[in-house]
T-cell receptor, first 108, second 116 residues
Framework: SQQGEEDPQALSIQEGENATMNCSYK?????LQWYRQNSGRGLVHLIL?????REKHSGRLRVTLDTSKKSSSLLITASRAADTASYFC????????FGPGTRLSVLP | GAVVSQHPSWVICKSGTSVKIECRSL??????MFWYRQFPKQSLMLMAT?????????EQGVEKDKFLINHASLTLSTLTVTSAHPEDSSFYIC????????????FGPGTRLTVL
């Protein structure tokens, strides 16, 4: 079974709106990380949240982790066109596994 | 800090030839390096994990003899795709972490391999 499944697969919003992406996983983890990937480019690490943490903030990013539900969410507030990218969650438990990603489009 | 580079960024080769991709941590020592493969519009698939000075650990289904990984120093890992075929065409991304594989990984920009 696949770890780190994102939801939704694609999200289109207007500039200024908030974007929420969810990630679910199946086995126990040490940490969960969120990455951004612009089209055809490498990954950029956004934030790491450990299994004993519930929420972390970084600028306009807010990540929550609910280990009882085996889920995490990434919230991008006041989105900008430059936030258009694919966002991946990655879980580290026994292995380091990426989810399929959410393609976010922020329309100007 | 924590910059990872890859070379080349794009390589086109003929079927049957071998291609070497380099991954370097430019401003830190990488105890652990990872190699991923990504098909268009899909997520990354971990191919192997390597620790400096020891043999790489390959994920299930990844052919060790086809994808040779050498982690010769704390700043350099190489992936050699041997006897490449068109189905090996993909985006190959490396990452590096300072400590163990549970630490933050810093990703290279990726190498696009096209096998004709």
């Amino acid at each position: 079974s696949q770890q780190g499944e994102e939801d939704p697969q694609a999200l289109s919003i207007q500039e200024g709106e908030n974007a929420t992406m969810n990630c679910s996983y199946k086995t126990s983890i040490n940490n969960l990380q969120w990455y951004r990937q612009n089209s055809g480019r490498g990954l950029v690490h956004l934030i790491l949240i450990r299994s004993n943490e519930r929420e972390k903030h970084s600028g306009r990013l807010r990540v929550t982790l609910d280990t009882s539900k085996k889920s995490s969410s990434l919230l991008i507030t006041a989105s900008r066109a430059a936030d258009t990218a694919s966002y991946f969650c990655a879980t580290y438990g026994q292995n380091f596994v990426f989810g399929p990603g959410t393609r976010l489009s922020v329309l100007p | 800090g924590a910059v990872v580079s890859q070379h080349p960024s794009w390589v086109i080769c003929k079927s049957g030839t071998s291609v070497k991709i380099e991954c370097r941590s430019l401003d830190f020592q990488a105890t652990t390096m990872f190699w991923y493969r990504q098909f268009p519009k899909q997520s990354l698939m971990l191919m192997a994990t390597s620790n400096e000075g020891s043999k790489a650990t390959y994920e299930q289904g990844v052919e060790k003899d086809k994808f040779l990984i050498n982690h010769a120093s704390l700043t350099l890992s190489t992936l050699t795709v041997t006897s490449a075929h068109p189905e090996d065409s993909s985006f190959y991304i490396c990452s590096a972490s300072r400590g163990s594989s549970t630490d933050t990984q810093y990703f290279g920009p990726g190498t696009r391999l096209t096998v004709l």
